[in-house]
């Protein structure tokens, strides 16, 4: 399957801080997914970008799909963006099986 | 819609025994998928359904594990005999094209071996 890299792997800001997440895949996609698993092990759906921007509240995503790779940014953290974010893939099999990477663990603190 | 629902949310129980592990997609959603979760492996598909067959099996780490989904609001994992290395949490997800299949994910099973 589609290798998905995300970078970095622990992130720490102070409250108010912005951040950039960065996701790297190794092949074209049709199905790019960003998730947030919280810290009691929930996973939430953020965004379906395969490609193009998208904005929800204080977050935003974009994927440049030419380039195989897709940012999240958080702006004005707050201690609930705590947890682990997903970046997850597949490939233009035509199947919509994601592959995730290993995550980026996110600490706001106040 | 109450989401996808998993059952049970903790299982505990003794290497050899057989587990059954439950999932209800969301009404409508024509995908559903198993992940587990561990670690070390981080967050793997076992196997996907489209409308209730089997597509991929080959993240099933062994015959140990089975997956069926009779219709299209159930789906079972089973593990038969249970091991210690196959503790984790397992996930079960469901989509649909209707959703440009955003994944909705259950709250997991968190399955000890001991």
């Known amino acids: 399957g589609i290798q998905v890299e995300q970078s970095p792997p622990d992130l720490i800001l102070q409250e108010g801080a912005n951040s950039t997440l960065r996701c790297n895949f190794s092949?074209?996609?049709?199905?790019l997914q960003w998730f947030h698993q919280n810290p009691w092990g929930q996973l939430i759906n953020l965004f379906y970008?395969?490609?193009g921007t998208k904005q929800n509240g204080r977050l935003s995503a974009t994927t440049v799909a030419t380039e195989r790779y897709s940012l999240l940014y958080i702006s004005s953290s707050q201690t609930t963006d705590s947890g682990v974010y997903f970046c997850a893939a597949s490939d233009q099999t035509g199947a919509n099986n994601l592959f995730f990477g290993t995550g980026t663990r996110l600490t706001v603190i106040p | 819609d109450a989401g996808v629902i998993q059952s049970p949310r903790h299982e505990v129980t003794e290497m050899g025994q057989e587990v059954t592990l439950r999932c209800k997609p969301i009404?409508?959603?024509?995908?559903l998928f198993w992940y587990r979760q561990t670690m070390m492996r981080g967050l793997e598909l076992l196997i996907y359904f489209n409308n209730n067959v089997p597509i991929d099996d080959s993240g099933m780490p062994e015959d140990r594990f089975s997956a069926k989904m009779p219709n299209a609001s159930f789906s079972t994992l089973k593990i038969q005999p249970s091991e210690p290395r196959d503790s984790a949490v397992y996930f079960c997800?469901?989509?649909?094209?209707?959703?440009?299949?955003?994944?909705?994910f259950g709250s997991g099973t968190r399955l000890t071996v001991v």
């Open positions: 009404s409508g959603h024509n995908s």
């Open positions: 997800a469901s989509s649909d094209r209707a959703h440009n299949y955003g994944y909705t």
């Open positions: 970008i395969p490609s």
């Open positions: 092949d074209s996609v049709n199905n």
